[in-house]
T-cell receptor, first 113, second 109 residues
């Protein structure tokens, strides 16, 4: 039973398209995150929600919009995809904020062509 | 903002050799975490260190937290091919954990 599940696992799309990635956690955690991992493996925080409230909104193009319908779900919608958006996107969850253990999803590899 | 600096970026070792990755912060950390990401996988939590000077062991892995709580290290004794992957340290910021750049370990059989 997967703790943090992301869909899709792979996404290949053309420039200019709009796409969404979904994330669900069954751990009962109250905080969820989106990270972007580039080809150099650097993990960059994008957004975080705590009990459906946006608490972290890093410097990310406004083409990226997160949505959290409830504390178990966090989706990421990307408009007008660009080549530079190609990366692996990880969802993660934790109980509480700050210094708490993160559980990551298996990632979504996005390739924009 | 608060960052954790991690070195080296890459490490190539022969199987059986030891490996160490280091994490440094300009500010005192309340705790530090370590994660491992296998090739093609996702980061998986390994351990959390909280106390000054703390040392914890997991089989061949030894984790240390500095006395000043500004640095940490992960040491692997006698590496095996199963140790390949990227090792990340992470330190707390206000509402999240900030990850170091990671050390990518490759092990030659």
């Amino acid at each position: 039973d997967t703790a943090v599940s992301q869909t899709p696992k792979y996404l290949v799309t053309q420039m200019g398209n709009d796409k969404s990635i979904k994330c669900e956690q069954n751990l009962g955690h109250d905080t969820m995150y989106w990270y972007k991992q580039d080809s150099k493996k650097f993990l960059k925080i994008m957004f975080s929600y705590n009990n459906k409230e946006l608490i972290i909104n890093e410097t990310v193009p406004n083409r990226f919009s997160p949505k959290s319908p409830d504390k178990a779900h966090l989706n990421l919608h990307i408009n007008s995809l660009e080549l530079g958006d190609s990366a692996v996107y990880f969802c993660a969850s934790s109980q509480g904020r700050g210094w708490t253990v993160y559980t990551f999803g298996s990632g979504t590899r996005l390739t924009v062509v | 903002g608060q960052q954790v600096m991690q070195i080296p970026q890459y490490q190539h070792v022969q199987e059986g050799e030891d490996f160490t990755t280091y994490c440094n912060s300009s500010t005192t950390l309340s705790n530090i975490q370590w994660y491992k990401q296998r090739p093609g996988g996702h980061p998986v939590f390994l351990i959390q260190l909280v106390k000054s000077g703390e040392v914890k062991k997991q089989k061949r892995l030894t984790f240390q937290f500095g006395e000043a709580k500004k640095n940490s290290s992960l040491h692997i004794t006698a590496t095996q091919t199963t140790d390949v992957g990227t090792y990340f340290c992470a330190g707390p910021r206000n509402n999240d954990m900030r990850f170091g750049a990671g050390t990518r370990l490759t092990v030659k059989p």
